[in-house]
């Protein structure tokens, strides 16, 4: 436990079931916060924290999830957006058709606007709250074989970010970004193998492929969920009132410094 002032504190957090999120959710609740998450189905173990059925990459799965939050808690003070991730074949853009841009869009970018369109309200009401976007070192350093639309969408929700701190900061809300490199997650894991698979390597060469292409790690390893987590949760404590519009990289120095 941190001590970061954050008991009874509302708190929503996306992609709160697996990875970074889960992480957040952990030590939110250790520091006595009210959570509540989402998943498309509910089948996951997370004690402590209000679980909601919602597949937020839908306008109609943020409907629910809002509708939730309001009935269940009456709006929150903070909003964590992890939800993430990349499901788009390797290959470069050319074989990026339609729905895979859409699909990364509708998981990277459009779900954090839209709770944040139905959220913010109560937080401005109240002249009050936090908003943090987990983006990514990929918005500065994409992988052109396998993330292009990934990276574009986590480069554009940053942008959005940024805009919207400049607007509601003066109004009492925080929005702060926080863009980690490489983290030790499922979803990591997957696009490792998913890379190597499409290499004819093994999960070791899929690795690699990645090292590779971010130009090595200095610190000579990824992130783990709970540094990052750690980090998030102080960004969103009382202990962090006087930074906004910031952005937060945490990846072992991957992104080199000019």
């Known amino acids: 436990m941190l001590n970061l002032g954050l008991t009874g504190k509302r708190v929503l957090v996306t992609g709160g079931t697996k990875g970074i999120g889960k992480a957040v959710v952990e030590l939110l609740l250790a520091e006595g916060a009210k959570v509540i998450t989402s998943a498309r189905q509910v089948d996951v173990e997370l004690s402590g924290a209000l679980l909601i059925a919602a597949d937020l990459s839908t306008r109609e799965g943020c409907d629910v999830l809002i509708a939730a939050i309001q009935e269940r808690l009456g709006g929150v003070d903070i909003m964590i957006h992890v939800l993430g991730g990349s499901s788009a074949p390797g290959g470069g853009f050319a074989v990026l058709d339609e729905e895979h841009w859409q699909r990364e869009l509708s998981l990277n970018l459009l779900p954090a606007v839209r709770l944040d369109r139905a959220l913010l309200p109560g937080m401005?009401?109240?002249?009050?709250?936090?908003?943090?976007?987990?983006?990514?070192?990929?918005?500065?350093?994409?992988?052109?074989?396998?993330?292009?639309?990934?990276?574009?969408?986590?480069?554009?929700?940053?942008?959005?970010?940024?805009?919207?701190?400049?607007?509601?900061?003066?109004?009492?809300?925080?929005?702060?970004?926080?863009s980690p490199g490489w983290v030790e997650t499922e979803a990591s894991v997957a696009l490792a193998e998913r890379l190597a698979q499409e290499a004819g390597t093994d999960y070791q060469g899929g690795k690699d492929i990645i090292m590779k292409a971010l130009g090595g790690?200095?610190?000579?390893?990824?992130?783990?969920?709970?540094?990052?987590?750690?980090?998030?949760?102080?960004?969103?404590?009382?202990?962090?009132?006087?930074?906004?519009?910031?952005e937060f990289v945490i990846d072992g120095g991957t992104v080199p410094t000019v």
């Open 217 to 246: 790690i200095p610190l000579g390893r990824p992130s783990a969920p709970s540094e990052v987590a750690d980090l998030i949760c102080f960004l969103a404590s009382p202990r962090a009132a006087s930074i906004t519009g910031s």
């Open 124 to 178: 401005l009401e109240r002249k009050e709250g936090v908003v943090i976007h987990v983006t990514s070192i990929q918005s500065r350093l994409p992988l052109p074989e396998s993330t292009t639309a990934y990276a574009a969408a986590k480069a554009a929700l940053s942008t959005y970010s940024k805009s919207l701190s400049k607007e509601v900061s003066p109004k009492g809300i925080r929005v702060v970004r926080v």
